[in-house]
């Protein structure tokens, strides 16, 4: 039987080729989204996978969620906590609900969706939890203190944590994208692109969101089962941790 495997924010932009990569390499596959109801029909429509719409800022709907994607699929043993919002304004401007928002669903959004799954896995001995978090939580960007303090804050989680699940066979990792080519990339003026945005990365171009997901997929692999408590930077030599 394949393996079940959930992606938050799975029916967009990184998370869509994140889902589309893992039934690729045989997990079936469970997509969250939060309200885009078009766009989730579109990408079952498109591929086949099962969606699902909840918020991951919302414990107790993760918790209903999580367990009505066990009784219809089966258990989980992949969880890619990759579903994240932005909103950005200089500090002295930020609200307290722009703080709020991001925090609940970047950072609080890994518990709600990981205390759900976590029992199940460690009984298995067997489990993999993959959050995309940032760039910017790594090196900070202006207008982001919501977002990098978050995204920031993932990555302790992930290590963290990681020393919980070693001994019971999950593995727990992280990965920052730098820029990545998604439907927010192109709305970008071409001459901040290329004057700003490119001359930042050595490689020279954008990222692709398949090539995110193809790090999640050899994570969730069996040959990464030594990787643990690790950040992947998958942002073209922009920063270099
Ligand atoms: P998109 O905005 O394209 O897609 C976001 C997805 O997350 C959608 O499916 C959306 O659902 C879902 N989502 C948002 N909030 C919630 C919620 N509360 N509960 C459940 N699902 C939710 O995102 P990206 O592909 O740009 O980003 C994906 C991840 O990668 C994010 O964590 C982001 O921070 C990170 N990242 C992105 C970079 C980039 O260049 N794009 C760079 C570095 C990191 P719906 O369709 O219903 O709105």
């Not at 940032?134 to 203190?145: E, H, L, R, W, Y």
């Not at 080519?181 to 945005?197: G, Q, R």
Request: glycine share 10%; charged share 15%.
């Amino acid at each position: 039987m394949s393996k079940v495997a959930i992606v938050t924010g799975g029916t967009r932009g990184i998370g869509a080729a994140i889902s589309t990569a893992l039934k690729a390499a045989g997990y079936t596959v469970a997509a969250v989204y939060a309200g885009n109801d078009e766009a989730a029909k579109a990408f079952t429509a498109e591929t086949g996978i099962a969606t699902y719409k909840w918020s991951v800022a919302d414990y107790d709907a993760c918790a209903a969620g999580v367990a009505q994607v066990e009784a219809d699929l089966g258990p989980v043993a992949v969880l890619v906590n990759n579903a994240g919002i932005t909103r950005d304004a200089p500090f002295h401007k930020m609200t307290r609900q722009q703080w709020t928002e991001v925090m609940d669903t970047n950072l609080s959004g890994l518990f709600n969706m990981t205390h759900p799954v976590w029992p199940g896995m460690r009984e298995r001995k067997f489990g993999r939890v993959i959050s995309i978090s940032s760039i910017n939580g790594q090196k900070g960007q202006f207008a982001q203190t919501n977002y990098a303090a978050a995204k920031a804050g993932d990555l302790g989680f992930t290590k963290a944590l990681a020393q919980e699940g070693a001994r019971a066979g999950v593995t727990v990792n992280a990965i920052c994208p730098g820029y990545i080519n998604t439907e927010m990339m192109s709305t970008i003026p071409e001459k901040v692109m290329n004057e700003v945005i490119l001359p930042q990365i050595p490689v020279g171009r954008l990222g692709e969101a398949e090539e995110i997901a193809r790090c999640v997929v050899f994570l969730a692999s069996d040959d990464a089962g030594f990787i643990t408590g690790s950040t992947i930077s998958a942002n073209g030599g922009q920063y270099m941790v």
